[in-house]
């Protein structure tokens, strides 16, 4: 790649300097050490999944724009939907955030110049390609689309005769890049700091790596025994999920949420150590309550591992368990709302200086709070016995996963981009875009909150005539929101053939990762970075802003 330079004192790039034995062309990235260039390898790859789920999803959406099933038949609808489901929560948002930013910018964030095992680093990365590589072939080898949701619920998951073997060991797959994901970050992050980094100069972001990993290195091998279970189910029968065996149907519910809740809190406490470390930038002011936040980012990790029955309020547990996990429950929303609490302090007075990346936390913080919110409606067990299974539901988890952990994977896009590539986006097409897509996001769920109230099931390919209007609704929305989406992509992907402009610090960061140039030399740093006293010190003014 040939980059010019934008003034005599850059020193080449990581991009021109290929490793690890100086090999040029497209084996200095397959089997590059480089931890920034394994986080834009998975970034293509994720980018690439995240494409291919929403074309399913718009799938679903035609298949349900009139009842009847004129579209697809039930079959593949269920194939649409496990599908879509297990692309967007195994290949894009579970690895999304860590994959990509964690390994891009965490290192240079505590002013290392790589993670701490590079090798085993490109190892997930190679585990995530198989582990989608298998998900696809899941598809497409003899036997038929797996139909079970992502979910893999027994008894039907070891019943069918659909591909579901393959799908669980790819799910295994990458659960096993996760795990060594999780080990590099935490080992990174105790061992790569410079001196003068104590853990009270740790930036948010990676703090909210550092309590992601623990979850991951703890809870992942859970789901990967289960996974390994039902597999195991489908060879050989064993019968410890069938009653007439002496086994329990219930009990991988247990072993499945166990894992499958506090993967919730994987996939969104990096989105918050996104958005606490833009937000500041912005508002040109310290962080609200610092120590606040980190301490509820491992609270969140450590609550959210105790309320995985919550799914399974209709799973005749006994009223004792309901009701404690319904408490335990609230008690989660508790930091999550200390959090925005914090953001909406730190905007509170600030001089705020509006850009995209701003801009797209704030849709963060209305969509995550409302995703929170309805979860209440959910956690507590007699109003989820009501709308268990319907749409209610769907909305809910999308206007979290996609409304939060998904805004917040653009917004940690918009906020790095330039360090990551040199370029700046256009900000115009960048505000449009993320219009639409708000505009079209509330429509399409909010429809979908009321679908649920009024007992829209979810699920099934077809639903009875009174529902016709508002699915008919939800689907048009459904595209004014991808069709914003497209835009902030288009728009991002369009700046790559810019030339190299983008200066170090566009935003006037106060982090490490913003002290080296755009983008980065080989081990990021060509002279030691200073390390602040307070990672969030700003200048009173912000004249050292670009605006575009
Ligand atoms: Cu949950």
């Given amino acids: 790649m040939n980059i010019p330079s934008p003034n005599d004192t850059r020193v080449p790039t990581f991009y021109e300097t290929p490793s690890p034995k100086n090999m040029r062309g497209i ?52 194939a649409f939907f496990t599908l879509h489901g297990v692309i967007m929560v195994f290949l894009f948002i579970i690895p999304g955030i860590p994959a990509i930013f964690g390994n891009f910018i965490m290192p240079m964030q505590i002013g290392a110049e790589d993670v701490f095992f590079p090798k085993i680093n490109l190892l997930s990365y190679w585990l995530y390609v198989l582990g989608g590589i298998l998900a696809i072939v899941s598809l497409f ?29 790819a799910a295994f797959t990458l659960g096993m890049s996760s795990i060594l994901t999780g080990v590099n970050f935490v080992t990174t992050i105790h061992r790569m700091r410079p001196a003068n980094m104590g853990w009270k100069q740790i930036p948010l972001f990676t703090w909210s790596l550092y309590a992601t990993a623990w979850v991951q290195i703890l809870a992942t091998p859970v789901v990967g025994m289960t996974l390994l279970l039902i597999i195991l189910e489908r060879a050989f029968g064993i019968g410890l999920f069938d009653p007439s065996k002496g086994g329990d149907p219930v009990l991988y519910q247990h072993l499945f949420w166990m894992y499958s809740h506090p993967a919730v809190y994987i996939m969104v406490l990096p989105a918050m150590g996104v958005v606490s470390d833009i937000i500041p930038v912005f508002a040109r002011k310290a962080i609200f309550g610092y120590k606040a936040i980190v301490a509820s980012s491992l609270g969140i990790a450590i609550a959210g591992s105790l309320v995985w029955a919550h799914h399974m309020y209709t799973s005749s547990m006994s009223d004792a368990a309901v009701f404690l996990f319904s408490f335990l429950t609230f008690v989660v929303a508790v930091p999550s709302a200390v959090k925005v609490f914090n953001w909406l302090a730190t905007l509170q007075g600030g001089s705020i200086v509006m850009a995209p990346p701003l801009a797209m936390c704030l849709v963060f913080i209305v969509l995550f709070s409302v995703g929170g919110l309805t979860g209440l409606v959910l ?121 190299v402009t983008a200066p170090n610090n566009p935003w006037g960061s106060t982090t490490l990762e913003w002290q080296t140039q755009s983008p980065p030399p080989l081990e990021n740093f060509t002279k030691e970075p200073v390390v602040p006293n307070y990672p969030y010190d700003f200048p009173e003014k912000p004249d050292d802003i670009v605006r575009v």
């Fill in 141 to 169: 080898a003899g036997g038929g689309m797996p139909d079970t949701g992502w979910t893999f619920y027994v008894p039907f998951s070891t019943k069918t005769h659909t591909n579901v073997s393959m799908a669980t060991f």
């Fill in 27 to 78: 084996w200095s990235w397959l089997i590059t050490y480089d931890h920034k260039r394994i986080g834009l390898m998975y970034m293509w790859a994720i980018l690439g999944w995240f494409t291919l789920g929403i074309v399913l999803g718009i799938l679903m959406r035609v298949e349900l724009l009139q009842p009847g099933g004129k579209f697809v038949d039930s079959q593949t609808y269920n």
């Fill in 379 to 499: 956690g507590s067990a007699g109003t989820d016995v009501h709308v268990h299974d319907t749409a209610f539901v769907v909305a809910h988890f999308h206007f979290v996963m996609f409304g939060g952990v998904g805004v917040a994977f653009l917004a940690a896009l918009y906020y790095w981009w330039p360090k990551m590539f040199g370029r700046m986006y256009q900000f115009k097409p960048a505000y449009w875009g993320l219009g639409i897509f708000f505009v079209g996001f509330n429509l399409h769920y909010v429809t979908m909150f009321m679908l649920g109230l009024q007992g829209m099931p979810r699920r099934y390919y077809t639903y009875v005539p009174r529902f016709a209007t508002g699915n008919f609704f939800a689907g048009i929305a459904g595209v004014v929101m991808v069709l914003g989406l497209a835009i902030i992509l288009w728009n991002l992907i369009r700046s790559l053939r810019s030339p």
